[in-house]
């Protein structure tokens, strides 16, 4: 990072680094004092490179979500936020939730074959808010436009002058279904900027939350595809499988999402004490039943039948759209933040095809890897549960990452004094946008098999 | 190929009796927080410095607590174990006393349905746990059907409509019109301490509690409320069982 850089020349130096190869990760705002600086993060070999720059005065950045589709939606979005005029951007339809959706350009570009459906921001089941726009033309899909964030809540701001010791609660909401993966990530940005050595008992014990959260959350996935494939008693044992983790989860940490247990420089209490007590009363159960409905899922044809083939992804879209997670691993994209940290070795990616089978492959190999690691957390040393020294310092900033269900998953912090600038990258942010190019050439009843292929949180998307 | 017939059979009853029966969660499970008798005034005051939804508050050796407010982080039972602790008592949903008569014209019509009742929700503003521990009901650890209790997907044909999450600015103009599309008599369920107060969330950035855009007949508390807490939402709101008025717990 060089002082006195240009956004400009900061988005020149993401986009050079995209063409020789590396991922586009991130772009947001921070504003310090009068000043708007957008940050540009990409990745090459598992390694994160920064540029960043001021904007001017007149708020006109330059947009380079031409040569680099994965910038688009981070545009949109400082553009929406912090006022930063992209050039060329408004050409895009709005991702953006506006009051009025703008139906009568769409329905002046389309002939009279196509037909426009909004589908939300309400729909059948227990969903969470989000609406597409989709043209159709009887059953293909010709494409779909999201129009996201209705649930936006102001919760980066929340950060703002929030007491670090409650900070973790705020990271909570961000994704009530992966509480540890947001607080993990959240606190290790801390514990970067202020240089806290965390405790192995404590990174042991975050571990397994967030492996036990990638358990639920990809059962959750896998559930609701056997329901779109109309098996319900696979359905109803999966969502079992489910149930019993989060049962666990509430034995051992007084939550059934896990919540409360992460703090800055470890864990609030000796969670992995309680952890250990609960897997010797259940863990056992819990693993058996997942595997067994595994084994069933993955040994019912009438079901893998509805799932090869559909909502396709090639492994340059995924590049371009900067895809992570299961995502990006069923398209043969092997990302996984857990083998930079040296949790794993190598991702569980058995299948590349791209389609949902591929992604629910992905999963699967994932649960059965998770309670490896979740095997070995238990192992744990003694020792201390939190830092001794938090290494109180007047400012600072730092990034942080951590490979949550959905994929990877960024936080950065910048405080002085208090908290000044919390920013997030959920990992469901980056997907979402590749659910566009995965439904054309799919038909209408494919729509709900790819959206839980996808597996995605809203509530973090809009934050 | 995957037998699932005798994979069920195998795993035997998992359903619990409850609401028909008792029920219990772990003991550790944090479901209500209390007041630890004979708590000090610095116990209490340094609990309600770590409330970050402001559920607590204390004057001198007495203290309140909003559960509504409370998301259950279990803070204040941390620093202050000498003043604050939780039960894994799950029966959490409140009532206005006024809901009665409401709750009453219910009762006579879903008798006349045979019991069965269709419940729509919408997502509000939720952070997507709440989501994820409503379809949990639906699981064969609660199967609500068992109960008469089925989602719809048409508001016109729904009797309950549960709402999730702080209301959003974009979900305010959604929720009232999802409301006005359902028959009477109704019931409003606000599920989740977010969606009855807003708990942590400031007031410039989202709309604010359901119930500042449609009547609310029964509170959740919870963040979010487990699936028990839920099934013991709904037969509140059916009239089935009394539940506690709204307060705040001393």
């Not at chain 1, 994965?70 to 709005?94: C, I, K």
């Not at chain 2, 449609?214 to 509170?219: A, E, G, I, M």
């Amino acid at each position: 990072m060089i002082a006195g850089t240009t956004a400009f020349e900061a988005a020149q130096s993401a986009a050079r680094q995209v063409s020789g190869g590396a991922r586009f990760v991130w772009l947001f705002c921070d504003v310090v004092g009068e000043e708007r600086r957008l940050h540009y993060v990409t990745e090459l070999g598992g390694k994160l490179s920064f540029s960043s720059g001021v904007v001017p005065p007149s708020l006109q950045a330059s947009s380079i979500a031409a040569a680099v589709p994965a910038a688009r939606w981070y545009e949109q979005e400082a553009l929406s936020r912090f006022g930063v005029a992209f050039n060329g951007v408004a050409d895009h339809p709005p991702i953006i939730k506006s009051p009025e959706l703008d139906a009568e350009k769409l329905r002046r570009a389309l002939g009279d074959e196509v037909s426009t459906v909004l589908y939300g921001p309400i729909r059948s089941g227990v969903v969470e808010s989000a609406c597409w726009i989709i043209e159709t033309a009887g059953e293909d899909f010709v494409a779909v436009h999201p129009s996201m964030f209705f649930k936006h809540r102001g919760l980066e701001k929340r950060f703002e002058g929030t007491a670090l010791e409650l900070a973790p609660f705020v990271a909570e909401h961000v994704s009530g279904v992966t509480p540890s993966s947001h607080a993990t990530a959240f606190c290790c940005a801390v514990e970067a900027a202020r240089d806290i050595e965390v405790p192995p008992r404590a990174r042991a014990a975050r571990t397994l939350l967030i492996e036990l959260e990638r358990v639920h959350q990809h059962l959750d996935s896998l559930a609701k595809l056997a329901d779109d494939g109309s098996l319900s008693v696979g359905s109803a044992q999966t969502f079992a499988a489910k149930e019993r983790v989060h049962r666990f989860l509430a034995d051992a940490t007084g939550h059934r999402f896990g919540r409360g247990s992460i703090c800055v420089g470890g864990t609030r209490s000796d969670v992995l004490a309680t952890l250990q007590s609960a897997a010797e009363r259940s863990l056992d159960l819990v693993e058996r039943e997942t595997f067994a409905v595994l084994d069933g899922l993955f040994g019912t044809q009438s079901l893998l039948d509805r799932l090869i083939g559909t909502g396709r992804l090639t492994k340059p879209i995924v590049h371009a759209y900067g895809g992570v997670g299961p995502v990006a691993r069923g398209s043969g994209i092997l990302n996984d933040v857990r083998v930079t940290d040296g949790w794993i070795h190598a991702p569980a990616a058995p299948e590349t095809d791209g389609d949902a089978m591929a992604r629910a492959r992905v999963r699967e190999a994932e649960i059965r890897q998770s309670f490896e690691l979740i095997r070995r957390a238990l192992d744990a040393p003694d020792g201390p549960h939190r830092a001794e020294r938090l290494n109180a310092r007047a400012r600072g900033s730092a990034y942080a990452r951590v490979e949550a269900p959905q994929g990877e998953l960024l936080y950065f912090v910048r405080y002085e004094d208090a908290l000044a600038r919390v920013a997030v990258r959920p990992a469901s942010f980056a997907n979402w946008p590749l659910f566009v190019p995965s439904l054309p050439g799919n038909i209408f009843t494919d729509f709900s098999f790819i959206e839980h292929s996808f597996g995605l949180v809203q509530s973090e998307t809009d934050r | 190929m995957s037998n699932w017939i005798a994979r069920g059979l195998r795993s035997g009853i998992l359903t619990t009796k409850y609401p028909h029966a008792p029920d219990a969660m772990s003991q550790r499970y944090r479901a209500r927080p209390l007041i630890v008798p004979g708590a000090t005034a610095a116990g209490l005051a340094r609990g309600a410095a770590v409330c970050l939804s402001n559920a607590i508050e204390v004057d001198g050796s007495r203290a309140t607590i909003d559960m509504l407010r409370c998301f259950q982080c279990g803070e204040c039972a941390r620093v202050a174990p000498d003043a604050f602790s939780f039960t894994s008592d799950f029966e959490l949903a409140l009532t206005e006393e006024n809901v009665e008569s409401a709750r009453d014209r219910l009762r006579r019509r879903t008798a006349a349905l045979g019991r069965s009742v269709h419940v729509r929700h919408v997502d509000c503003g939720s952070d997507g746990s709440c989501e994820q521990e409503l379809q949990a009901i639906f699981n064969p650890f609660y199967d609500v059907n068992r109960l008469g209790i089925f989602m719809t997907a048409s508001p016109r044909h729904a009797d309950v409509l549960i709402a999730t999450g702080v209301v959003t600015h974009a979900m305010v103009e959604p929720l009232r019109r999802v409301y006005e599309a359902m028959p009477a008599p109704k019931v409003v369920i606000a599920l989740g301490s977010a969606a009855c107060s807003g708990t942590i969330f400031q007031t410039e950035d989202v709309a604010g509690p359901v119930e500042r855009f449609v009547p609310v007949d029964v509170k959740v508390p919870g963040t979010p409320p487990a699936p028990l807490t839920i099934v013991h939402a709904l037969w509140v709101a059916l009239g089935r069982v009394a539940a506690r008025p709204a307060g705040g717990s001393e």
